[in-house]
């Protein structure tokens, strides 16, 4: 099947695989770093909940929204590869920082360094490969191609957590981080060496001609990023805040200008140009919503995982518990409290609190974050009861993080069967438009948030520990609606585009991409307001389905636009 791909493709499918190693294994661990307690043996940050929400989204959505000014550099000035190395070099340097201890400083500036390297590295790399595809006798072949291309960024997003979660239990955050700046730089040398051994990817790297009536690269910038900073820094510091915290309002703000930007060059557009840019800022308007519910997996959906999924490996939690009931009967603690298991049984004593059932049982204190069960870690039980520990042994939990291989462990196994599938259409004549691929996504994805509804329900909205097989089971539904949408809307910016603008306008689609992290962010940030879980994950369902309604709306339009300017589609 590769040998009829261009030969470029697995030089970009490994530089990417390695920059969503590091990438991925650095989000993987992120909200758990800054939730982590100050006073633990490897210290985090001790935020709550909700600011490691707000920290993450913001990130998150500035994270996607440079890949526009980088495709807009990429476009006039630098060309493709050198954006790459950029890019790549900053990201690394970005990671590493983020290995720096007790400095809140070198926190920010590290995730700056991310934020801006990846505005270069990401959208440049998804440019270069839909140039190499350009020629007749590949061009059928681009939709599977960028199948493949994704699965190489979830093979690296798949093994980068279980490398994560060993180094930060074994010697620290810091090495975990470190970890993900030394797979960027291996990303960038095999960049290096792919460019060198084949020319095919350096002839695709042009930097586009200039159009009459095009806007000079220094004026686009004047005209654009200091309305949109000063926008910013209006919303951040605007009496009170408007959108739930002074990020939001800042991250809103600044966005407003870009969006006009992105306007302005539909209406500037020449004729034949406007149709195709209308129909790719229709489609970056609805995913908005997608991105919205499907990257709470480094935020919600860690939370879930953390404190209401059932990680236990050793013997089971409910015995453990029992066990410290009973020794605990004659413990002496100011407070008095009714001890109830995971699963509602009285040990028919009262006996006093500790920290340990502050954390397990259903009646816990107002000061739990979440106010659900979270779960002790090795070094906090023995601290708590040492006796106890040597006694019955460890409590052996496996890590949060690995949950965030889940997806792309789905990905790796899908896309294969998702290509085959849409092979096989295709033969009959029968295979969805691009467009419709997206469509569908956004419906399956949909239907995979009730999964976490049922969830939810099933373990009493929280009172007792869920099966681990929910969180396979959403993942496994809404990786098919992924692998439908996400990489079909690269490949359709790709087809689309007009060639003088296309990397812009694959940064138009990870502007989209960041405006939904950010909503992310707020939506995670409501987690703890939400009582039953079970509503949270309906929202979710709900807001996503109404996006396949609007999406389902617009694909007539969108398929005769497509029709004219790709080919003939279903």
């Not at 650095?26 to 982590?36: C, D, E, S, V």
């Not at 586009?208 to 926008?231: C, H, N, W, Y």
């Not at 306007?263 to 129909?279: H, L």
């Amino acid at each position: 099947m590769l040998k009829a791909h261009p030969k470029g493709l697995m030089i970009l499918f490994f530089t990417e695989m390695w920059e969503r190693f590091g990438y991925y294994l650095m989000l993987g661990i992120f909200t758990l770093y800054m939730i982590a307690p100050e006073t633990a043996k490897f210290a985090g940050k001790g935020m709550s909940n909700m600011e490691a929400a707000d920290i993450y989204g913001t990130f998150l959505a500035l994270v996607y929204l440079t890949p526009f000014i980088g495709g807009l550099l990429a476009d006039r000035v630098l060309g493709y590869r050198k954006s790459i190395y950029i890019g790549g070099v900053l990201m690394a340097a970005g990671y590493i920082g983020l290995s720096i201890p007790n400095s809140m400083l070198a926190f920010y500036l590290s995730l700056l360094l991310i934020i801006l390297g990846n505005g270069l590295f990401k959208p440049n790399v998804s440019v270069l490969l839909g140039k190499l595809y350009e020629k007749p006798e590949y061009e059928h072949l681009k939709d599977s191609g960028y199948n493949i291309f994704y699965m190489g960024i979830n093979f690296g997003a798949f093994v980068c957590n279980f490398v994560a979660a060993w180094l930060r239990l074994t010697y620290g955050w810091g090495w975990a981080f470190s970890a993900a700046g030394i797979g960027m730089l291996i990303g960038v040398v095999w960049f290096a060496f792919g460019t060198f051994k084949f020319p095919e990817i350096k002839e695709a790297d042009k930097i586009s001609p200039k159009r009459e009536g095009d806007q000079p690269i220094g004026r686009m910038f004047s005209v654009l990023l200091i309305p949109a900073f000063t926008a910013a820094i209006i919303g951040w510091f605007i009496p009170g805040n408007i959108f739930g915290s002074d990020s939001n309002d800042a991250f809103i703000f600044f966005t407003i200008p870009v969006l006009i930007f992105f306007f302005n060059t539909w209406r500037s557009a020449a004729k034949e140009e406007k149709a195709p840019i209308a129909a790719l800022l229709s489609i970056f308007g609805v995913v908005i919503i997608f991105w919205a519910v499907f990257h709470q997996n480094g935020s919600a959906l860690t939370y879930w995982a953390k404190n209401n999924t059932n990680r236990e490996l050793g013997p089971k939690m409910e015995k453990v518990i029992n066990r410290i009931a009973k020794a605990e009967e004659a413990s002496t603690v100011p407070r008095e409290q009714k001890i109830v298991g995971l699963h509602g049984e009285n040990h028919g004593s009262e006996i006093k609190s500790s920290y340990y059932f502050d954390n397990y049982t259903k009646e816990l204190p107002a000061g739990n974050l979440d106010g659900k069960p979270d779960d002790i870690t090795d070094e906090e039980w023995a601290q708590i009861k040492p006796e106890l520990a040597a006694k019955y042994g460890k409590v052996n939990l496996w890590p949060t993080e690995l949950q965030a291989s889940i997806n792309p462990f789905f990905v790796i196994v899908l896309t294969p069967l998702v290509v085959a599938f849409f092979s096989f259409l295709g033969r009959r004549k029968k295979e969805p438009s691009t467009p419709g691929k997206i469509a569908w996504g956004m419906f399956i994805s949909a239907i995979s948030w009730l999964i976490m509804v049922a969830a939810a329900i099933a373990s009493g909205n929280g009172l007792d520990k869920a099966s681990v097989a929910w969180l396979f089971g959403v993942y496994g539904v809404i990786t098919i609606g992924e692998l439908c949408l996400s990489p079909m809307g690269l490949s359709l910016v790709s087809k689309l585009a007009p060639k003088r603008i296309a990397a812009l306008m694959m940064g138009g689609w990870f502007l989209s991409t960041a405006i939904g992290n950010k909503l992310s962010g707020v939506l995670s940030g409501m987690w703890d307001l939400f009582d039953k879980k079970s509503n949270y994950f309906l929202t979710n369902a709900i807001l996503t389905f109404a996006a396949f309604l609007l999406i389902v709306s617009l694909l007539p339009w969108l398929k005769r636009v497509y029709n004219e300017h790709v080919g003939v589609g279903k």
